[in-house]
């Protein structure tokens, strides 16, 4: 590999561990970023099904309900891009929930495990009840949830950036493996 490929990985890497240590300074610009994000993402995903919708209506029964689909979508995405501010405020409360719900699904399923016999099905219904713990407590202070979130954010990214920078000595190792000779 070149090594002005090389460092462009390094750069990248500094550049997404500068990124991360921003979202974890500053979370409601993280947050406020992520429902800009999510707004692009869902009006993107409507407009790829309508247009995957008109080319199949043809041959494909009950169009008319992906269509309908496809348009909430659409409309969702706008509303999320016009209220960013509003998506960034509720996401923490939202996230929250879906934690919530999730969990709760998880501690009941975990006696499905324990009636078949799964060892552990308590290891489950622990993780279950810290899940609806945890979301509770998102529940009661949505700030502390959106800092939360800013922060994990900002790691995962400070992580990818540090995997870019030791991804140039592992590239380092490969061409010196592939430069010894077979024996």
Sequence with gaps: MKTSTKVWLVIAGL????????????????????????GILVLSAGISKLIFTFRTQAFLPNSATRVLSAIFEVILGIFFL???????????????LWVLVESVIVAINSFDYKRVGFPGWWGLLLLGVCGIVMAVLGLRNPDVTAKTMALMIGIGIIAVGVANIC????VNKFENYLKQPVE
Excluded: D, E, H
């Design 82 to 96: 016009a209220n960013s501010l509003f998506v960034a405020v509720s996401l923490p409360v939202v996230f929250a």
């Design 167 to 170: 991804a140039v000595a592992g």
């Design 15 to 38: 550049l997404l561990i500068a990124l991360g240590v921003y979202c974890i300074c500053k979370p409601a610009a993280t947050l406020f970023s992520a429902a800009w994000l999510i």
